[in-house]
């Protein structure tokens, strides 16, 4: 088989398992197992596939058959403009929340000295990417993640950020240190209903403590911005992804902790996506 024949005969698995991006995938599987870049691939698509490589790439289009979302197999995500390490143990990093990375270059300056935290960090991505375009930041990530965390560490050493960024196990509701300019969070907000019709690939493979937020998807969203209240500076942003169902509960809950909401951000589907508001 060349790899133009490999490619077909994975399509074919993959759509007949209802693996919408099978094009996709397939040829960034294949690039994987030949340690090509995707546009290698595609020019040398004549050329035989070794025995060893057709079995090791067949493992991985099993794990893509089992609805193993790909960037988990292919081990990295893009986000911002940065690639980042992710596994099982973290969410994979999604466009919407680069929403929050943008609002937060927009109320600041490349020279600005500012205190940010960062809860529920996950793979670290939405703070290493802010640090990476205002390098006179402050971070401080926490996680009650252990794993999520040593993620994290990773893609802020990768990144050459490990002196810049605080990275700490614990949850909210233990987590004392304030005067912080901005708090950033993509937290689990995902009600019970939801949670049960989310695609196999998020379902079954994402870490639920990312994803579920109790009944309602407002239980870690009325933490983090209580908790916010106390670890804000006056004047502080509170900048928080939730989602569209659950904006008139949330703004009622920041209004009620002494907030102002500023601006609600739209994600790429016109869905009410990130929150903006300040600390009166």
Known sequence: MNYLETLNYANKLLKLNNVKSYGLDSELLLSKTLNFTRE???I???????????????KLVSRRINKEPIAYILKKKEFWRYNFQVNKDVLVPRPETEIIVDEVLKLTNLHSYKKILDIGTGSGCILISIIKERPKFKGTAIDISKKA?????GNAKMHQL???IKFININID???HNNYDFIVSNPPYINYGDFVRLTDDVRLHEPKQAL???TQGLDCLKKIIVKSKKLLKINGKLIIEIDSKQLRHSKKILKLNGFYVNKISKDYFGNDRIIISTKL
């Open 40 to 42: 290698k691939l595609l």
């Open 162 to 164: 490990q002196n810049k």
């Open 174 to 176: 233990k987590f004392n």
């Open 44 to 58: 040398n698509l004549n050329k035989k596939i070794e025995k060893r490589n057709l079995i090791k790439f067949t």
């Open 212 to 214: 579920y937020g109790g």
């Open 149 to 153: 965390l040593k993620v994290a560490a």
